[in-house]
């Protein structure tokens, strides 16, 4: 009687989509964030305009003041979220180890919980954690790191020095020789939440370029 020949082993991709799905979406959504980046900082103001010194003079009260920021704050919003980015990126630069610290964290968020899929879970150390336990643990991770090391001081001063400088700008810059759409107007206080609404679009969209790896992986 003939011996059936041995079977071969037949390895399949599924390791090697699941692997590859947290790095398509987070290739996606840096993407599609560099791309929305992009499109708004096409649209700020022109940096001479906003620093014409023939524009600058002593607010006449608290009240001109105010009103003086908000209407800069509606025509150099652009300019002004490119202004602190900068402060916050010059800060970090200045400190390496917090700007490590700051990437391995989120690095961590990336690949352990928002652009990882749910199945199969995380194993680390030889145990299986939930998308629950994964949160919970990634949340007093970034607790400990923005309260109990440099990271948070450094965040926090930037953020602080930067609105200083757009207050003292706002409050400074004549607005009077400014034009600003009443269609634009309107869409700004429609939106009060612009600079970080391309961060869903942005998600949304890796999440859209991934489900297809995802959806392989758990069929």
Do not use: C, Q
Request: charged fraction near 15%.
């Amino acid at each position: 009687m003939a011996s059936s020949p041995p079977l071969l082993p037949i390895t399949t991709s599924e390791s090697t989509t699941t692997s590859a799905a947290p790095t398509t979406a987070l290739r996606a959504f840096i993407t599609h964030l560099a791309e929305t980046s992009r499109r708004a900082l096409d649209h700020r103001r022109p940096w001479l305009e906003m620093i014409d010194r023939s524009s600058f003079s002593r607010p006449e009260s608290t009240t001109d003041a105010l009103s003086r920021l908000r209407k800069n704050l509606s025509y150099f919003k652009i300019n002004y979220l490119a202004l602190l980015a900068l402060v916050l990126a010059l800060s970090l630069l200045s400190n390496p180890l917090s700007l490590l610290t700051l990437a391995a964290l989120l690095s961590a968020w990336s690949l352990l919980y928002l652009f990882r899929p749910s199945d199969p879970p995380l194993v680390l150390l030889g145990r299986s954690f939930s998308d629950r336990e994964t949160l919970g643990g990634l949340v007093i991770v970034t607790v400990v790191v923005i309260f109990l090391t440099s990271v948070g001081s450094i965040l926090i001063s930037a953020l602080m020095a930067g609105a200083a400088l757009v207050s003292v700008h706002g409050a400074l810059r004549v607005p009077e020789d400014l034009f600003l759409d009443e269609a634009e107007t309107t869409s700004s206080a429609a939106a009060p939440g612009g600079f970080l609404s391309f961060l869903g679009g942005a998600a949304s969209s890796a999440a859209a370029s991934a489900a297809p790896v995802i959806a392989v992986t758990r069929v």
